[in-house]
């Protein structure tokens, strides 16, 4: 039971870690693309550092299970990490609806700036 609870642990500090970091570098300038500039912008950046902590923190917790269990239990359980960045995300950019907003879903900056790079450009409309 300690093995399956370590590898979930591990799985969920990998995905809150790969979010961090991608925070890190969100406004990163195109300039600083991968050179040492972009090693020291990243530094300079808490969430990112934090990210870093906790990935560490990911791999400890994946060498003490994998040291405590079989890589046929542990290695299963680590792609539960997608699962849970997924739902961390879901729940990132569509928050639950808040009461008294008649059950429609308020989406925030977040999802907006989402939507907006989503919309396709150009091509051809399709008929129906």
């Known amino acids: 039971m ?3 609870l370590l590898a979930l642990l591990a799985s969920l500090a990998n995905a809150v ?4 970091q991608r925070l890190g570098v969100e406004d990163a300038t195109q300039k600083n693309g991968p050179s040492m500039s972009l090693v020291r912008h990243m530094v300079q950046r808490k969430i990112w550092l934090f ?3 906790i990935m560490a923190g990911g791999y ?3 060498a003490t299970a994998l040291h405590l269990g079989s890589l046929n239990l542990v290695q299963p359980l680590m792609v539960s ?3 849970i960045l997924v739902v961390i ?3 990132w950019y569509f928050p639950a ?6 059950g429609r879903r308020r989406h925030g900056p977040r999802s907006r700036r989402f939507s907006r790079r989503g919309q ?5 409309a399709c008929a129906e």
């Open 60 to 62: 400890g917790l994946q």
């Open 2 to 4: 300690m093995v399956v």
């Open 120 to 124: 396709p450009l150009g091509g051809d």
């Open 97 to 102: 609806t808040p009461e008294g907003s008649g």
């Open 81 to 83: 990490e997608m699962v």
């Open 51 to 53: 990210g870093f902590a």
């Open 17 to 20: 870690s790969s979010i961090c």
């Open 89 to 91: 995300l879901w729940l």
